[in-house]
């Protein structure tokens, strides 16, 4: 079970953090993503960790404002920073597990969804 938070609202340029706890004791045998959601428009790739957490992936348009992270030690939780916000990030965030191997980049190849944070920006 993945238990998504932090969002909120905040005026361009700020940041906010997002969290997702999850539940499984394995958590560190789950590839994770963030995805997001904005109004009328399809779900898309945000940012996505590899299971040890080593490798980091981006859509272009949020390198070098966000940073995926985990942590698999004690707190089995990924997190999302959010620098530099913009109104086009608008949106309901997501966090994902996937436990196969391959793309990080498609919906269909999470297996388990958090509930959504709603991060608005105001300009």
């Known amino acids: 079970q993945l238990q998504a938070s932090g969002g909120g609202l905040v005026q361009a340029g700020g940041s906010l953090r997002l969290s997702c706890a999850a539940s499984?004791?394995?958590?560190?045998?789950?590839?994770m993503g963030w995805f997001r959601q904005a109004p009328g428009k399809e779900r898309e790739f945000v940012a996505a960790?590899?299971?040890?957490?080593?490798?980091?992936?981006y859509v272009d348009s949020v390198k070098g404002r966000f940073t995926i992270s985990r942590d698999n030690a004690a707190k089995n939780t990924l997190y999302l920073q959010m620098n530099s916000l913009m109104p086009e990030d608008t949106a309901v965030y997501y966090c994902?597990?996937?436990?196969?191997?391959?793309?990080?980049?498609?919906?269909?190849?999470?297996?388990?969804w958090g509930q959504g944070t709603l991060v608005t920006v105001s300009s």
């Open positions: 499984e004791r394995t958590f560190s045998n789950y590839a």
């Open positions: 994902a597990a996937k436990t196969g191997s391959g793309s990080y980049y498609f919906t269909e190849l999470y297996d388990y």
């Open positions: 960790i590899s299971r040890s957490g080593v490798s980091q992936y």
